[in-house]
Structure formats: structure tokens, C-alpha cells
């Protein structure tokens, strides 16, 4: 019930008849996740060390998430909201394969009905999106299916008789995950400057840590400001998106540094960025990769403690996801239980 505890606390509106309801600030703030600015210089009193309340997220409004207003009302439902967890869960190659599933004229686009039966499947994958898969929240069922849900104006037209290409999708998808990073860094961004500071992206990488690792996590940060040569650093976007697409490619990198780690037992900068390069093709710089050693070379070694730094990238991505099951397999053993559609041989007959 992770996303319905989720959306209960950011959301801000209630209507007359008691249904709790997202404004587009709500939404952000919910799928966004951030600490205060450090050069906001805010006090907040009444909360955990490093606890995030609602009322944090420091940017303009995105007319972007309004896709997701299926009933153009300016609020967002819980139905609507699981709609665009489950678009942010999933995998673009995941999302690949149930197109080239469904795509039965294998023409590279679908129909809104088969749209509909992709978006259920890859529901079903998501733990939240299955435990929710009819809006069902606070003891009633809201109107209409999640699959109901925002965008299908937007890929289908307003009669529901257009195609959707493949490549129309992965880039709506592409820009999402965009959007929710430029919301991020503008966040972070709190005097315009085009940039943020060390500790604001060293903030953003801990921003998902458990609890019981944060305050020395930190600590870690805090110690950005005591070393002039990393105080002084200020990360632009690119940089910013660069490490952001690193951990949506978590797993072969994660691999990479374990394998390389057992092997010679120590793992430098110069290793962890020959890993992004040579494994998931992504330049770090060496501004980035200082950042993250400093808060993650726990003993000061030189010697970056890799598998607490995958942890928190891992948390961060499984507070959104919260995957039934891992890995291909899991994917495909979804395909083939799902009761709607049969066996996989039936889908693509």
C-alpha cells in the first residue's frame, strides 16, 4: 500500500464528498524526491534530520504532468497518479517487448484498445499498480479503470481512432523522465544560476537513503563545505542528467563494479568511470566522480564503497517501481499468468 500512503500525504484537496485529490504542485513533490536547497538557507523545525515534508519542492509548476489530468479538472486522481507511477516503473525495453506483443500487423503502432492492454500488463508487473488496478482506494472504487487514465487523448485524439508509433511513445517517455530531472535540478537550482552546488547534487544522490544509513550519509555531505576543492564545484544539467541516467542502467553497472572490485580489490575514480563509459556508455566527469567518492569512500581511502552507493541508487529507483518480480523472467511469467490475456502463443497469434 506504499503508493496509497504516498499519495494520501502529498495530496492537498478534498472535495465535498471527502475524495482526496492531487494539485500539479502535489503530483511533483510526490514523484520528485528532494531535500531543501542548501542555498535556500530554510529552517525547518517540527522534523527528522533530512526528513522531506510536502511542501519542498521548489520550482515552477509542470504543464507537463497535466497528461496525466484525464478529465481535464486541474486535480489529479490516485487513479490518475498510478497510471504515471506505473509509466515511470517500467523499463523502456520492457515496454518494448509488449508493443512488439501487441503490434499484431508488426507495423511498429498500436490501437488504444491494445495500448490499454499494454499499460494493464505492465500494471500488473508493478506491485502498486496491481494492488490498485481499479482505483480502489480509502474503501471505494473510483469511476472508470486505470487504464482509463490521462495521455490516451494525447497519443489517440479525441475520438480514440489514431495509431500510436512505437517511437512516439519512447520519446513521451524519454521527455517524462527528462522533465522529472530538469524539476529536480531547478529545485536545487534556487538562485538560477544555471548550476548547483556539490552538496545539492550530493543531496540528490542520498535523497532515497533508509533511514537507519541517513545521517551518516549526512555527514558525508555536510563535509562537502570543510574541502575547498570540492565546495567550490558547481554541477551544471548535463552532468546532472548524466549520472541520472546511469542509475536507470543500474544493474550491468552494479555488476561491473562488484565483478571488478572482487577481482582487484580496490576501485578507484579512474575504474568507476571507465565502468559508466565502457558498460553503460555514459561520460561522467570528474566533478561528478569526486562528489560521489567523497560521500561514499566511507574511510577516506580512495577506495569507493561501491555497494553503498548501489543501495541507495537501488532504493531510489524501487520507491517508484516496486517491482512483483525482478529481471526478464519475472516480466515474461507476468505475460504468462496474466488471466485477461492468456498464453503468450495467444497474444501473438
Known sequence: MFSLKVFEYFASFRTPEGEILMRPADFMR????????????LVRDGYLRGERSPGELRCDP??????????????????????????????ETSFLVAFKMFDINNNGEIDKEEFKKVMALMRAHNRQGALHRDGLRFGFRTVGSVENGGL????????????LQHEKFFQFMRDLHDELLKLEFAHYDYKLR??????????????????SNLNRLLDRVDGLNKQSSLSDIRITFEEFKSFAELRRRLRPFALALSSYGKVNGLLTKTDFQRAASNVCGISLSKCVVEII??????????????????????????DIAQPMESGIMGFFSCCCNHSNYGSISGLLS
Open 293 to 318: 567518492f567523497h560521500v561514499f569512500d566511507m574511510n577516506d581511502d580512495g577506495n569507493l564503497s561501491s555497494e553503498e552507493l548501489v543501495r541507495v541508487l537501488q532504493k531510489r529507483e524501487r
Open 152 to 163: 490516451l487523448e494525447h497519443f489517440f485524439g479525441k475520438d480514440g481512432k489514431a495509431k
Open 62 to 91: 509542470s504543464e507537463f504532468f497535466m497528461f496525466f489530468d484525464m478529465d481535464n479538472d486541474g486535480l489529479i486522481s490516485f487513479k490518475e497518479y498510478i497510471f504515471c507511477v506505473t509509466l515511470l516503473s517500467i523499463p
Open 194 to 211: 544555471g548550476s548547483i552546488s556539490a552538496k545539492d547534487f550530493a543531496l540528490s544522490m542520498v535523497a532515497s537513503a533508509d533511514l
Open 30 to 41: 510526490a514523484v520528485v524526491p528532494v531535500f531543501p536547497p542548501s542555498e535556500s538557507h
